[in-house]
């Protein structure tokens, strides 16, 4: 097995997971904060046998978009994190009044260690996709407030353009000169 | 002579499959979770939807003259029962009063049917308004006639009594108005 799938997998495990209890964790507070009712049924159709059921669609759409907004946030926090983190790393390496900068701010233990990665930003801006898409999804379908398929839509195209962004950073380190004919 | 080891590659298409997996099962997981209402379980074959728990059936209230002792006893689920007494009343004269206010606050509409009658055969006309439609009860001639009307998704509106007469009525009537949802 290829090393690069072996770590595209180790990565994939984190955000996976975080997707899920980000959603699960957005409904049991919405439901803990403002006391609502609930039930689980089972449907025949789809593809999960297990549904949950609002008897309205506005309290429906209040716990749904409150999960989706968690969700979010989950998944973007790191990747903004990251790209950030690459970003300020990729400078100091450029330019050094970012390492006098840094440095004056004491954070240079913590930008001079390398453990962030094209790969790594690559898989978490895949997955803040994936719930933007389903975010905004919902949005169309009026099952979730249009502001927070706003939020999703920003924090989506923010996190693509910082993707593309470390992307050519990384490409620059192999072909530095590449970077002259652009 | 050293053998190729073939393990890593028998793997490899499983580990993309897992790695497949591990992004389709997630988003199929969050849709999932995704609440649903339990309306639309229930909305038969016309697209009106007969579950009552969104609907409801509120009385009015406040002082009449005409119209007095008003009660509303919800008797099940399903059904309501509008108690009146209409008083003594001029000939050629009207009189409506706002009695119950209808609320569906579901996604689907709501049928709502009435059926109204008095405890003496007067020469008054009895129906129901709302807004400018109006639903005859009790005609001239004492013929009843039943009602029904959809209250569309997430709205609200008072339903008015209204009370016409060619006669001088002596003596106060008993009406009563049966809600079924």
Redesign the interface.
């Known amino acids: ?2 090393r690069l ?2 770590r ?2 180790k990565i ?2 984190w955000p ?2 975080l ?2 209890a980000g ?2 964790l957005g ?1 049991i507070a919405a439901n803990i904060v403002y006391k609502l009712d ?2 689980i ?1 089972n ?1 025949i159709e ?3 046998s ?9 309290t ?1 759409v209040l ?2 978009s409150l ?1 989706n907004l968690l ?1 979010i946030i989950i998944l973007a926090v790191p990747t903004i994190y990251f790209i950030i983190k690459t970003s300020i790393y990729q400078s100091t390496l450029q330019n050094p009044r970012t390492i006098v900068k840094i440095t004056k701010l004491n954070l240079l233990k913590w930008i001079a260690k390398d453990d962030t990665s094209f790969l790594l930003i690559f898989i978490w801006c ?2 803040l996709l ?2 933007s898409f ?1 975010v905004i999804a ?1 949005n169309i379908q009026g ?1 979730c407030y249009s502001w927070i398929g706003g939020i999703s839509a920003v924090l989506a195209i923010f996190s693509v353009w910082g993707t593309i962004k470390t992307y050519e950073q990384e490409i620059d380190k192999i072909y530095p000169k590449e970077k002259e004919l652009y | 002579m050293k053998t190729k080891n073939l393990l ?1 590659q028998i ?2 298409p499983f ?2 499959v ?2 497949l997996c ?2 389709i ?15 639309v ?1 229930d909305k038969n074959v016309l697209g009106v939807n007969t579950f009552s ?2 609907t409801v059936v509120k009385l009015v209230g406040g002082i009449h003259d005409i119209i007095k002792n008003e009660t509303l006893v919800n008797s099940n689920e399903r059904q309501f029962l509008y108690k009146a007494t209409i008083q003594k009343r001029e000939a050629e004269e009207t009189y409506s009063k706002p009695i119950l206010k209808l609320q569906n ?3 689907f509409p709501v049928k709502l049917s009435f059926f109204g009658y008095t405890d003496s055969k007067t020469n008054s006309k009895i129906s129901l308004k709302i807004g400018r439609n109006s639903y005859l009860l009790k005609d001239y001639d004492s013929t009843l006639h039943a009602q029904e009307i959809i209250l569309e998704p ?1 709205s609200d509106t008072n339903l008015y009594l209204y009370i016409e007469n060619t006669n001088r009525i002596l003596f106060p009537e008993y009406f009563e108005l049966e809600i079924s949802l």
């Open positions: 097995m290829s799938l072996k595209i997998l994939s495990v996976a997971i997707m899920i959603k699960l409904i609930f039930f049924d449907q789809g593809i999960f297990i549904q949950l059921y609002y008897t309205d669609s506005s429906m716990v749904n999960s969700m895949s997955f994936v719930a389903i919902q099952i | 890593p793997i490899e580990a993309i897992a790695l591990l992004f099962v997630p988003t199929l997981t969050v849709i999932n979770l995704s609440p649903i209402t339990k309306e379980q728990s969104n606050n579901g996604t997430t």
